[in-house]
């Protein structure tokens, strides 16, 4: 072996005494063995420059394009800037609201995420961790009457928060309805199943968002969402969760089908939180 792992969890490790920037073939397979086994993988200690930061995520396959165009940071078009903070000026350095709501990334995409790696820059004092969930876990514990309710269903997942009335723009967003509601006009909605095999592993997890999930295909409304509300509950589980306590320069890499993941949020006044987010490209969920 040539990487330290520290197991966490059954399901979160660490890579330990490693430096992302200078990755050999070696140890990226070993990284991605690991990854198989391991649905977080946080990395202590990566002063990356986002040009770095670019170059580590593409040794594990291409990058999505970020959304939002408004917040690529200048040094590399492939890595976005989450931030709370605001200029004086009134424009925000990143996008302020990223994570809002329990979610995998980019499911509202016909090829969704196969994985997130963020790189926090700027940690505040209070508040800021990340949540994930094990969606594998969830449906294991799943009655087996709701299991059979959406065994070969299909989830309506949309980006468009004006679209979902479980989400609330964020008054700190100055873009935010502008860009919702172009979202809303120019981003159809997309069909996930709702229960997704993992094409790595062959593990089946429960593949529906608060933030993403808006309706089930051939389902009256009636029936959908109370059924999506007792889905979401068990989201909100502490069992099926692990909380990353980020310090300045983590990196956490975690895998966008089999979790769901939330940015906590809860900072002080003033206080600023800054991440890097470079996604991996997926492939269709089945
Ligand atoms: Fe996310």
């Known amino acids: 072996m040539y990487i330290k792992i520290n197991q966490v969890t059954d399901w979160v490790a660490?890579?330990?005494?490693?430096?992302?920037?200078?990755?050999?073939?070696?140890?990226?397979?070993?990284?991605?063995?690991?990854?198989?086994?391991?649905?977080?993988?946080?990395?202590?200690d990566q002063s990356m420059t986002p040009s770095e930061l670019s170059a580590f995520a593409k040794k594990f396959g291409p990058l999505e394009t970020p959304i939002n165009q408004l917040y690529v940071h200048p040094e590399s078009s492939d890595v976005l800037i989450l931030s709370n903070e605001i200029r004086t000026d009134g424009t925000a350095v990143g996008v302020v609201d990223?994570?809002?709501?329990?979610?995998?990334?980019?499911?509202?995409?016909?090829?969704?995420?196969?994985?997130t790696i963020l790189q926090s820059i700027k940690n505040p004092d209070i508040g800021g961790d990340t949540l994930y969930c094990n969606m594998e876990l969830v449906l294991n514990a799943l009655p087996s009457s709701t299991r059979k309710r959406i065994a070969g269903r299909f989830g309506v997942h949309n980006v468009s928060k004006l679209l979902n009335p479980r989400m609330t723009l964020s008054a700190k967003r100055p873009d935010a309805q502008e860009f919702y509601q172009k979202a809303a006009a120019t981003k159809p909605s997309v069909l996930q199943p709702m229960i997704r095999t993992h094409p790595a592993t062959g593990v089946q997890s429960l593949y529906v968002s608060p933030r993403f999930?808006?309706?089930i295909e051939g389902m009256s409304e009636n029936e959908a969402q109370p059924l999506l509300d007792e889905l979401f509950a068990y989201i909100s589980d502490e069992k099926f969760q692990y909380r990353h306590i980020w310090s300045d320069n983590d990196v956490v890499m975690w895998d966008n089908r089999c979790l769901n993941h939330k940015a906590t949020g809860n900072l002080a006044p003033g206080d600023i939180r800054r991440m890097h987010r470079t996604v991996l490209s997926?492939?269709?969920?089945?």
Not at 14 to 41: G, Q, W, Y
Not at 282 to 286: S, V, Y
């Open 14 to 44: 660490e890579i330990v005494d490693f430096d992302c920037a200078s990755m050999t073939p070696e140890t990226t397979r070993e990284v991605e063995e690991s990854f198989k086994r391991n649905h977080v993988l946080a990395f202590r």
């Open 98 to 115: 990223g994570g809002d709501g329990w979610h995998s990334d980019s499911s509202h995409m016909k090829s969704p995420a196969k994985a």
């Open 213 to 215: 999930t808006i309706a």
């Open 282 to 286: 997926g492939d269709e969920a089945f």
